[in-house]
Structure formats: C-alpha cells, structure tokens
C-alpha cells in the first residue's frame, strides 16, 4: 500500500493536523513518515532573519519527528530552502514518497474557503495521492475511518482512484460509498430529450457498479452505491455531510479535465469545501 508518506509541515495549526493523519496511516500499514519543512527561498532573499527562519524550519522538523518516533513510527526528517511546492514535489520523486498528507491551509491560510496556494499546486501536480486535511475548530479527526466515498463519473480519472479507496477501506474495514451524479444544470438536460438522460443515468449507474465490483472482489466489508442528480459538487459535498463521511478519494480530473494544470473544476472545490479529508489521484500520463 503505503510504504513512504511525505508529511510537508510549517508547524500550523492545519499542518499539525496532517501530521496526525499521516502517523495513524503509517501506524496501521506499517510505513515510514518524512518530515519536510521548506524554508522559501522567495522571501528569504536578502532577508536579515534569513538564518533565523532556517533554525525555526529546523526545529519544526526535529520536533515532529520526534513525536512520531517516540508513538513508534519510523521517521526521516529534512530541511529544504526552495520555492516550496516545487520542494515537496522533488523531495517525493528523492525520496520515492508513495502519498503526500497536507494541511489544506498554512500560517498564510485565513479562509476556509482559499485553498492554500502551496497545496492547491501540489494538489495540481504530484504524480503521487495527496491526502489532504482541512483544520477542524473543535480538534476532531474523521480516523479511524468508517465511511469512505469515492465520487465517480466512470471516466479514467475517476476509476484510477478506486484501488487506493479499496486499500485503504480493507486497511481500516470502512464502508466504501460510490455516488454518480449527472450534471443536469451543467449539460441543461432538464431541456434535452428522456431519452438523453436516460443514457447519462445508465452511465451514472454503471459507473458504480465498477467501483461496487472491485470493492467486492477485494473483501471490502461493505459497500453503498448512489446516483444523484444536479451540480456535481453540490451533491457530493451534500452526501458527505449527510453520511458523515470520514475520508474521500477522488480523481483530480473528470470527464471534462484536458490538462494536468488544470485541476478538475468538482474536484478543485471539494478540495476547497469538504468537512472531510479528501485523497485526490492523479491519472498516470
């Protein structure tokens, strides 16, 4: 499954989270944690607390990594002074990372709605999963994970993802939950033909059933499947806080995606919106 998880940190409150997230997987599979602060080479340039800011990125490494030693999880640490998503993003090829777990926001993080621009870019180029967690007010974690919903539109950036969902519910003996929706406000098919919709319907629905097969064949305790009508992130985010979902894992682009710098509109604002942490999976090129 997971043998190598990069946990990129700034010491945040979001960051910490991840951290959190990262050593329950580790613990349970068995993987080894990296620990990454990147010191930005951007704003340290002719900056007077340049040595400064490198001994605090320092001391956030060594102090995280020795929390997670200590809960007896195999740990690596390293200090990097570069742009910082390009950092993390060569620390992982290094390092043959298998899944980055982020925060959704850093210290620059100050809506909930504003995707941190460092993890929106990861998000949008690392050739590995990213798990990433959004900072909770009241401290709580969705692990162990029960639920687990896979939002799919049975293009090939949808069924990438399902062997990662399966592994991770088989780890955890979570419910998977595979939900379809056909777009009606998007394609206008409240104006087109039945027999239009009947057919996008059919295709929601074998959608699914492929999610619900490979779940199957792999002993997944159990399974749910849905189809749904309407805006397509509207109706997922519904379903995760109507299901109490405690982890997604979904593609990065859809039917409509067409380049590997444009993250999937649906995918881009669940990332943003989603009470629950969301493993995004990028399609192989």
Known sequence: MFDNILVPTDGSECAEAAVGYAED???????????????DSRTLENAPQHDLFKKERTEIAERTSTELSESGVSTEQAVRTDIPHRAIRE??????????????????????????????????????????????????VTYPYSDILVPTDGSQGAEVVIPSAVEIATTYDARIHALSVVDTMGLGVERSSGEILNALEDSAQSAVDAV???ATESSVSAV??????????????????????????????????????LLGSVAEKIVRTSPAPVMTVRQPE
Do not use: W
Not at 25 to 37: G, K, N, Q
Not at 103 to 111: L, N, Q
């Open 25 to 39: 997987l580790a613990t349970r599979t068995d993987a080894s944690i990296h620990v990454l602060c990147v010191a």
């Open 91 to 140: 620390y992982a090829t290094e390092a043959d990372i298998d899944l980055i777990v982020m925060g959704t926001h850093g210290r620059t993080g100050v809506e909930r709605f504003l995707l941190g621009s460092v993890t929106e870019k990861v998000v949008r180029l690392s050739d590995v999963p990213v798990l990433t967690v959004p900072a909770q007010e009241n401290g709580e």
């Open 212 to 214: 619900e097969e490979q």
């Open 224 to 261: 749910e499947t849905a189809t749904d009508h309407g805006t397509p992130s509207r109706r997922i985010r519904s379903y995760i806080e109507d299901h109490d979902i405690d982890l997604v894992v979904m593609g990065t682009h859809g039917r409509s995606g067409i380049e590997r710098y």
